[in-house]
Nanobody
Framework: QVQLVESGGGLVQTGDSLRLSCAAS????????VAWFRQAPGKEREFVAA???????YYADSVKGRFGLSRDNAKNTAYLQMNSLKPEDTAVYYC????WGLGSSIRERYPYWGQGTQATVSP
């Protein structure tokens, strides 16, 4: 079965960086789009970034220019590099995949999800 495992979260200060990883198994990873969503306490889960099966990337306006999404199909892993972090980036970050996906920002397009990793940015 498809399994996604996020890692790399932690507690950092404003302006610091984190790199999140999403390791996938149980699927032909290269055939899937990968997306990152995040959910802060009391808020809806929101789109952060996505990379299509053919490596096109898309970002939410709130992270554009600060975050970078890449994938290594040989390692079945996607990476979210988060730079210039702000306290408002504090959230649980989830990765999700969609078969032959084009990098949608719509949560319902993604049938498979990881359990999330917490990123906390202190002021």
């Amino acid at each position: 079965q498809v399994q996604l495992v996020e890692s790399g979260g932690g507690l950092v200060q404003t302006g610091d960086s984190l790199r999140l990883s999403c390791a996938a198994s149980g699927l032909t990873f290269s055939n899937y789009a990968v997306a990152w969503f995040r959910q802060a306490p009391g808020k809806e889960r929101e789109f952060v970034a996505a990379i299509s099966w053919n490596h096109n990337t898309y970002y939410a306006d709130s992270v554009k220019g600060r975050f970078g999404l890449s994938r290594d199909n040989a390692k079945n892993t996607a990476y979210l590099q988060m730079n210039s972090l702000k306290p408002e980036d504090t959230a649980v970050y989830y990765c999700a995949v969609e078969f032959w996906g084009l990098g949608s920002s719509i949560r319902e397009r993604y049938p498979y999800w990881g359990q999330g990793t917490q990123a906390t940015v202190s002021p």
